[in-house]
């Protein structure tokens, strides 16, 4: 690639990326121009170099806005989960960083008992969704049952599932941790419904399906949901002790004990 930069080339480049909103190109440019140069690259070589570098800008800088807006906890990643505690599940968990799982619109089971990292892996897969262009939306079941519960009232709730199957994924925190009212477990099963073959699901629970049924209120409503969820579904069982009770001389918690739950 012959030839040096000049002032009015600069200039017209700074106007150039300003008019395309791509701030970004101008810098690139400039960084590049001199390696392109040296190295003997084509005009076209230098141009695909100049553009991957705004796309690559701009993947990131739409993801972050997709990170911040999904209302994770925290910021957790597959790079930070221990799997040394969960090792049967990796291979699992990372054919899911893929993203494959979304464009085919399936749903990600996360069951066992507390402590054992089922809201960090859903996190982390909720970013993985995130860079993969898709938005996302974390709350606990809870938290999904008090949001539809106001849209009902409302009289907006067909609007409000409508508006949420526009999100290539929706995590669903701590499914059985508290049991549901008959009108709360009849919405959330309208949110699996509306999602069904249509959108991706990420839920945690802390209970076997076998012990849905005490969560909603009915086997039938549990049931039926289940066959949704799992239909197309990658189930992972996680197991073990609690991360929180390492090194404090506790093996277990009395009501992972004394209930039926996922071990």
């Known amino acids: 690639m012959a030839g040096a930069k000049t002032p009015e080339a600069v200039k017209q480049i700074t106007y150039l990326a300003g008019a395309l909103k791509a701030p970004r190109i101008t810098e690139a440019a400039a960084r590049l121009a001199d390696q392109a140069r040296d190295a003997g690259w084509s005009f076209e070589d230098y141009l695909a170099a100049v553009l ?4 690559s800008a701009r993947n990131a800088s739409g993801a972050e806005l997709r990170i911040r807006a999904a209302g994770f906890p925290g910021r957790k990643t597959i790079e930070d989960f221990d799997w040394d505690a969960q ?5 699992q968990v990372a054919a899911l960083t893929s993203g494959g799982f979304l464009t085919e619109a399936r749903n990600v089971v996360l069951l066992g008992p507390p402590g054992t ?6 996190t982390a897969l909720g970013i993985v969704a995130a860079r993969h262009k898709h938005r996302v939306l ?17 009289s907006r709730l067909p609007q409000e599932l409508a ?6 994924l929706i995590i ?4 059985g941790y508290l049991p549901f009212e008959q009108d709360a477990a009849n919405l959330f099963f309208q949110l699996v419904s509306s999602r069904y073959e249509h959108a991706s699901l990420i839920l945690t629970s802390n209970l076997p399906f076998s012990g849905w049924g005490g969560v909603f209120g009915y086997q039938a409503v549990a049931a039926a949901m289940i066959d949704r969820i799992v239909h197309h579904a990658d189930v992972l069982t996680l197991k073990g002790a609690s991360y ?18 996922a071990d």
């Open 244 to 261: 929180r009770l390492r090194g404090r001389g506790i093996d277990s918690l009395p009501s992972i004990k004394t209930q039926d739950r």
């Open 172 to 175: 669903v925190d701590e499914v």
């Open 138 to 154: 974390f709350a606990t079941a809870t938290e999904w049952v008090t949001r539809l519960t106001e849209a009902h009232r409302q």
């Open 117 to 122: 990292g089922k809201t960090h892996m859903a």
């Open 52 to 55: 991957e570098r705004e796309v």
């Open 87 to 91: 090792p049967a599940v990796r291979s």
């Open 163 to 168: 508006r949420l199957r526009r999100y290539g």
